[in-house]
Nanobody, 121 residues
Framework: QVQLVESGGGLVQPGGSLRLSCAAS????????MAWYRQAPGKQRELVAG???????NYVDSVKGRFTISRDNAKNTVFLQMNNLKPEDTAVYYC???????????????WGQGTQVTVSS
């Protein structure tokens, strides 16, 4: 069984910063991509940032220059540093990972439970 556990959400004023963390645990063989998605009320879930096992990263245009995704492969953890937050960043943020469990020959997709980020004065 593989789990993703997120932490770090909360309420912050515009211009503030938050750091999200997501740790993968369980019977993990290898981790391929790790990513953060978000879903605002009434909107579709969107990819915010992603990173490969080799360290390549990609971002949605609206967060470029403000958000940074990173990962600690030794701890099976991915981070999202969010700076200069704006009200439009308010959403539930979900961790996503493509993981090959032990004894499996294919990667499976896993999701975290979600963490609320609210940007408001």
């Amino acid at each position: 069984q593989v789990q993703l556990v997120e932490s770090g959400g909360g309420l912050v004023q515009p211009g503030g910063s938050l750091r999200l963390s997501c740790a993968a645990s369980g019977s993990i063989g290898s981790i391929n991509t790790m990513a953060w998605y978000r879903q605002a009320p009434g909107k579709q879930r969107e990819l915010v940032a992603g990173t490969t096992s080799g360290g390549s990263t990609n971002y949605v245009d609206s967060v470029k220059g403000r958000f940074t995704i990173s990962r600690d492969n030794a701890k099976n953890t991915v981070f999202l540093q969010m700076n200069n937050l704006k009200p439009e960043d308010t959403a539930v943020y979900y961790c996503n990972a493509r993981i090959r469990p032990l004894l499996y020959t294919i990667d499976l997709t896993y999701w975290g439970q979600g963490t609320q980020v609210t940007v408001s004065s």
